[in-house]
């Protein structure tokens, strides 16, 4: 499965951007998904899952209340929407597919597959 991520940019402090990542393959659909973010000189941590049916999802605690992840399997895509952005939120956010359709990991190396990573930079 190649996942591609998009959607980062440089936003202000208090506005949003959606994050997208389109998977390659129909596999997307049964798999769970989750969306990670590494700042500089920090250890890449667990933003936000999603279940195959969106059924399940959880958020870091960071992020609860102002990010929403969702998915569209009839477009093989993940999302998140990050509102209220904050100077910390900075990081490149990847998004990760496991081969797992129900259980959302909240560690890396428990996921399958990754994108390349997208850039979000928050201006205070």
């Known amino acids: 499965v190649q996942l591609q991520a998009s959607g980062g940019g440089l936003v202000q402090a208090g506005g949003s951007l959606r994050l997208s990542c389109a998977a390659s393959?129909?596999?997307?659909?049964?798999?769970?998904m989750g969306w990670f973010r590494q700042a500089p000189g920090k250890e890449r941590e667990f933003v936000a899952g999603?279940?195959?049916?969106?059924?399940?999802?959880y958020y870091a605690d960071s992020v609860k209340g102002r990010f929403t992840i969702s998915r569209d399997n009839a477009k093989n895509t993940v999302y998140l929407q990050m509102n209220s952005l904050k100077p910390e939120d900075t990081a490149v956010y990847y998004c990760?597919?496991?081969?797992?359709?129900?259980?959302?990991?909240?560690?890396?190396?428990?996921?399958?597959?990754w994108g390349q990573g997208t850039e979000v930079t928050v201006s205070s």
């Open positions: 990760a597919a496991r081969g797992s359709p129900l259980y959302i990991s909240f560690h890396p190396n428990e996921y399958d597959y």
């Open positions: 393959d129909g596999t997307f659909s049964s798999r769970a």
């Open positions: 999603i279940s195959w049916s969106g059924g399940r999802v």
